[in-house]
């Protein structure tokens, strides 16, 4: 699995920095990040490997994590997301809304992005519900000075709310 990883984090680090030396903007890749690479020890280090290897600054770099992952072992994660802050990587909660939210770990976890799952997305032109909550979620991110992705905007109605 560690390989795997490792490969997952490499292949759109090169990919992204051989579309930036041809001049095809300064584009930013995301990566889901396992449970299992960051509780490993060298996270950090293996990123520094990467990011030498590929030539990619680390600000254009974001590591996604689910919720459920940052609670599995608090102490771990926090190490590893500030160890990763310092180089200057920037840190996004994937699918959030779902599973273990908790309000906490946004004051706990140095999160530069929320990613508002695709199952309130994806009917918010037709519930009142999913809005409320995304609208929620949004002003909240805001005013923690966060930025907000809207994860299956496929319809002009979503893209427009």
Do not use: W
């Not at 995301?30 to 690479?37: E, G, K, L, M, Y």
């Not at 990619?56 to 974001?62: D, G, I, K, Q």
């Amino acid at each position: 699995m560690i390989p795997i990883g490792e490969f997952v984090l490499k292949t759109p680090c090169e990919d992204v920095k051989a579309l930036q030396d041809i001049g095809l903007g300064k584009a930013r890749v995301a990566v889901n990040i396992s449970a299992r690479q960051l509780n490993q020890l060298d996270l950090r280090q293996r990123l520094v490997k990467v990011l030498l290897n590929s030539g990619l600054a680390p600000n254009f770099v974001e590591l996604d994590f689910n919720e459920s992952i940052l609670i599995t072992n608090e102490t771990t994660a926090m190490r590893s997301l500030h160890g990763l802050k310092t180089l200057g990587i920037q840190v996004a909660i994937d699918d959030f809304g779902t599973g273990y939210s908790s309000l906490s770990y946004l004051e706990k976890f140095p999160i530069d992005c929320i990613k508002i799952n695709q199952n309130f997305i994806s009917k918010i032109d037709r519930n009142s519900t999913n809005q409320v909550i995304t609208s929620g979620i949004i002003s909240m991110a805001h005013q923690l000075d966060m930025r907000v992705i809207a994860e299956g905007v496929e319809t002009q109605e979503g893209l427009a709310f």
